[in-house]
């Protein structure tokens, strides 16, 4: 992934990191206690960082591989990042695993337990299965030439767990024919078909290959030309198996597009189908549009390949990379990674939808809960909690609600705030973050951004906040939306409130939650 990198390198040069003085709050000193860093999400230690690539789980370690710049906090020549976890939740931060070459900087891509050792690459009698990274090969000085086979696919190696990296002799794997986007290899294998599989973004369309060795591969198909959002150029397309509420199986596509999404910028939309080892079928007609999430902040997001429990585990990059995402005001680090979500599919009203919530992980974060019983919310109530980390789960009764509009606002003294809102009349849940602190670095930061929310008699929501991001789970995750905010104190206020009439509160749980650096 990315394009524009010509103009980025230009400007890498005017971002040094090292020696760059941080800015920590009043109290606070060293890393992860700089002003704005999330304190239960993922974020490098410092300098740049993008998509989450290769997710991988083997012998007992979540691997999370990320697209990495060390030595600015703007895009520049890409580098895979690499942490690893025993549980989702606490991260060890490991040294780099891959740095571009003579064949061009690492691109965003994927990672594999080749079980069988199809690609040969374990000698006899090793005790360790072989890890495959599959990435995006792009060759900048191809690019200023202005050649547009600029990209191509490449793999490594790796036989101690993740811990070193061997880039394969014969790269490139999968050269390319003329495509100016050419990227993002998300692979897994098709026990059926007994071959692995390889979705490409290509342009604004999927391309889908075959490979009975990781390293020869063959076109069987594509998708999606005339078929969902095409604001922009497809990234990062991830193809999986979940079952129905019914117990049948049906595919899942997910495809970011990197301008045009439904909060304006980039953006993800998924499709839902079939796949019988080379070809995706939409089940639903070509001019139907599903976004993953209505947030600005939510892209490039891929789950985690070989997860134990079957489980289907997302965790996208919490940024907006086409409104704003090499501005946001930090200073020794750039960006982060919405928390783990769960994934699956459950019947609506408009058919299957993907549902998403936090892992259960990170209830172990949970500090001793605040409770508030059934009552009428007119106007405002304060909560009975501060500090930066807070998770809410709020039940409203709609039937006893006269409120056109309620929610909860985060706030801080200076009076800046983030409202969470369900509006009634509209049908819609809202964040608004039009007032919420440092907003200059784009014109396009300061809006609110509207999710359609058509509900029973009750609505459920599951709340989120760290130092400079909220997550909201409607309705048991039917909809989410992620959104960034910079405040110039941290938020650690917060309250319940309803306009034009009393919102009947059923019961509301509040967690403060730990660091977990």
């Known amino acids: 992934m990315r394009f524009f990198a010509i103009l980025m390198l230009a400007v890498v040069s005017l971002h040094p990191v090292r020696g760059q003085e941080q800015t920590a709050l009043p109290g606070r000193k ?62 060890e931060h490991l040294p780099v695993a891959l740095f571009p070459d003579s064949l061009g900087c690492i691109f965003s891509g994927s990672v594999v337990v080749d079980e069988q050792n199809t690609s040969g690459f374990a000698p006899p009698g090793h005790p360790e299965k072989p890890l495959v990274a599959i990435f995006t090969y792009h060759n900048l000085e191809w690019e200023r ?39 993002d290899p998300k692979v897994f294998w098709h026990d059926q078909s007994k071959h692995w599989v390889m979705p490409l973004a290509v342009g604004q369309h999927l391309e889908i290959f075959i490979s ?57 939309q998924y499709f839902i189908g079939s796949f019988d080892g080379k070809r995706f079928k939409n089940d639903n007609p070509p001019e139907t549009v599903l976004w993953l999430d209505y947030g600005a902040d939510n892209y490039a997001g891929v789950t985690w390949f070989n997860a134990p429990g079957k489980r289907r585990i997302f965790i996208g990059w919490m940024s ?4 704003y995402a090499q501005t946001v005001p930090t200073e020794r680090w750039r960006s982060a990674f919405t928390v783990p979500r769960i994934l699956r599919l459950g019947s609506t009203n408009e058919g299957l939808r993907l549902f998403q919530e936090p892992v259960t992980e990170l209830k172990a974060l949970r500090k001793s809960p605040r409770m508030i019983e059934s009552q009428s919310i007119d106007g405002a109530l304060l909560l009975p909690t501060s500090g930066v980390q807070q998770e809410f789960i ?47 670095f784009s014109s396009k930061f300061p809006a609110r951004h509207n999710a359609p929310l058509k509900t029973g008699k009750n609505l459920q929501l599951h709340i989120l906040a760290d130092a400079s991001s ?47 650096w």
């Not at 691997?63 to 703007?74: G, N, R």
């Not at 907006?320 to 409104?323: H, M, R, V």
């Not at 009439?501 to 509040?510: E, Y």
């Open 30 to 91: 060293g890393n992860y206690k700089e002003q704005h860093r999330p304190q239960f999400h993922f974020s490098p230690e410092r300098a740049w960082m993008n998509d989450p690539n290769g997710l991988v789980y083997y012998a007992g370690e979540y691997h999370l591989f990320y697209q990495y710049y060390p030595d600015s906090t703007v895009w520049g020549p890409m580098h895979w990042g690499h942490a690893v976890s025993k549980n989702l939740v606490h991260w």
């Open 145 to 183: 030439a202005g050649h547009l086979d600029r990209e191509s696919q490449g793999i490594a190696y790796s036989l101690d767990r993740g811990r070193t990296w061997s880039k394969y002799a014969g790269n490139p794997v999968l050269p390319n024919k003329g495509d100016v986007d050419f990227r």
């Open 212 to 268: 009975p060795d990781l390293k020869s591969w063959q076109k069987t198909s594509d998708f999606g030309e005339k078929e969902g959002a095409h604001g922009g150029v497809w990234e990062c397309p991830d193809l999986f198996p979940l079952k129905t509420p019914d117990g049948k199986e049906k595919w899942v596509l997910i495809q970011n597009i990197g301008r045009g999404a439904v909060a304006g910028g980039s953006g993800t």
């Open 320 to 323: 907006n990379w086409d409104d």
């Open 394 to 440: 709020l039940e409203f009764d709609l039937n006893a609600t006269r409120a056109k509009e309620f929610g909860l606002i985060l706030r801080n003294r200076l009076g800046e705030q983030v409202v969470i809102g369900y509006d009634r009349e509209q049908q819609v849940l809202f964040v608004d973050r039009t007032q919420s602190g440092k907003t200059a």
């Open 470 to 516: 909220v997550e909201i789970f409607a309705e048991k995750g039917r909809i989410a939306i992620t959104e960034l905010f910079f405040p110039n104190e941290d938020y650690t206020q917060y309250q319940l409130y309803s306009r034009n009439g009393p919102a009947q509160l059923q019961k509301a749980t509040i967690y403060p939650l730990k660091s977990i």
